[in-house]
């Protein structure tokens, strides 16, 4: 698909759905002061907006690279989607911004079968990049790190992927089956506004942003591999070859909740049923999924650690992911999956315009 481009109300990476190549970078601020913030969210837009440009980019003048580039000259224009977003920790006295945070952001909650691992949760700037090509990331992600030496520094990092559509479809996720099927269009205006784009009750500089979830849990494939497959689908709630739901249709059919009231063809703990019960009162807790398959080699005892980034973007944090989240605990599937880490980030309004930077009217 066409990639989306960089200047808008929003950014470019939260409606655009996943593309092949995507990394997830949590950054630690080291620059202090209001100023020093100020110049590091300039710097991002600089470099960004003109990787996403194509051509040449800037040399900050640490290496004489002006004209080549770090993996070569020349990047494709227009082949680069972006999300910035902000943790808590931003919004401090160290800054001047205590006033300013939006209403629910704070530190990940830790939720029921959560094992999270500190070293891989948090962080002042959440970045993710995504693309056709992994060249193409990759690169981005390194001139972002040279043009902001001195200002951030990496977290934590994980690269993610999608699968091709096979046969036809959404992609698959590394459980094997279809992922990203139901939840609110990015076509709809009025969906996103009232679940995606952040309310009249948050800070007016807020306005255009949305609330970035991102979780990486960990898939336990060794034990799914071992499941039969009507089990499987029994956890999730649709069918693992066509993805339909298992109360009949196709891939993209809605489940059929009125006509099975007592789950016997969707059972009532089934990972979709809990999650999105379709229910009048339900329906405000819906958000936009953006997920991302992991591969990260293999643990210390020789099994495949490889899961999802699960990536979430809300209206309202606690009437949306929280309050799904919440539903989700003891679901049958946390057998099989643990989640490891993540966080809260604010991804922030777009850029608008070439004069514009992200975050300008925090200032
Ligand atoms: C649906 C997989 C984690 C929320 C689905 C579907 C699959 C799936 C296969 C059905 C296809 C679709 O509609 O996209 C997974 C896996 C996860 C995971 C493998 C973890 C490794 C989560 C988490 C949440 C969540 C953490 C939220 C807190 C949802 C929602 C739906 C869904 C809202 C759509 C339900 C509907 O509207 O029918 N997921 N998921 N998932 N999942 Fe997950």
């Not at 029994?234 to 739901?245: E, L, N, S, V």
């Not at 946390?334 to 004069?355: E, S």
Request: charged share 20%.
């Amino acid at each position: 698909r066409a990639l989306r481009p960089f200047h808008g109300p929003h950014q470019s990476g939260v409606l655009g759905d996943p593309l092949p190549a995507a990394t997830i970078v949590a950054f630690d601020l080291t620059v202090t002061g209001r100023s020093g913030l100020t110049t590091l969210l300039q710097t991002l837009t600089t470099t960004i907006r003109s990787l996403t440009a194509g051509g040449i980019s800037p040399s900050p003048g640490i290496t004489d690279t002006a004209g080549t580039g770090i993996l070569g000259p020349a990047a494709p224009a227009r082949a680069l989607e972006s999300v910035v977003a902000l943790g808590t920790g931003v919004f401090t006295d160290a800054f001047g911004l205590t006033t300013a945070k939006p209403r629910h952001l704070r530190a990940m909650d830790t939720f029921a079968n959560d094992q999270l691992d500190p070293a891989w949760c948090g962080g002042d700037v959440l970045l993710t990049l995504q693309g056709h090509d992994r060249d193409v990331v990759t690169n981005a992600l390194r001139e972002v790190c040279r043009a902001t030496r001195g200002a951030m520094q990496i977290r934590w990092k994980q690269d993610g992927f999608t699968s091709a559509p096979r046969p036809t479809g959404h992609p698959r996720n590394l459980l094997g089956f279809k992922d990203g099927i139901a939840g609110p269009s990015p076509t709809d205006d009025k969906q996103m506004n009232s679940l995606v784009w952040v309310d009249a009750g948050e800070p007016a500089w807020a306005a255009g942003g949305s609330y970035y979830v991102m979780r990486r849990i960990r898939m336990l494939v060794e034990f799914w591999d071992r499941v039969s497959t009507s089990e499987q689908e029994r956890m999730f709630g649709r069918r693992k070859d066509t993805g339909a739901p298992l109360t009949g249709g196709a891939e993209n059919s809605l489940p059929d909740y009125g006509n099975d009231p007592n789950g016997n063809a969707i059972p009532l703990d089934s990972h979709i049923r809990l999650a999105n019960p379709r229910t009048p009162k339900t329906a405000k807790s819906q958000f936009l999924r953006r997920a991302y398959s992991y591969d990260a080699g293999v643990d210390s005892v020789g099994n495949l650690d490889m899961g999802l980034m699960f990536g979430a973007f809300n209206a309202d944090l606690d009437r949306q992911f929280v309050t799904v989240q919440k539903r989700l605990a003891d679901e049958p599937l946390v057998d099989y999956i643990t989640p490891v880490g993540g966080g809260y980030f604010f991804a922030l309004p777009g850029v608008r315009n070439t004069t514009d930077f992200y975050g300008s009217a925090l200032f």
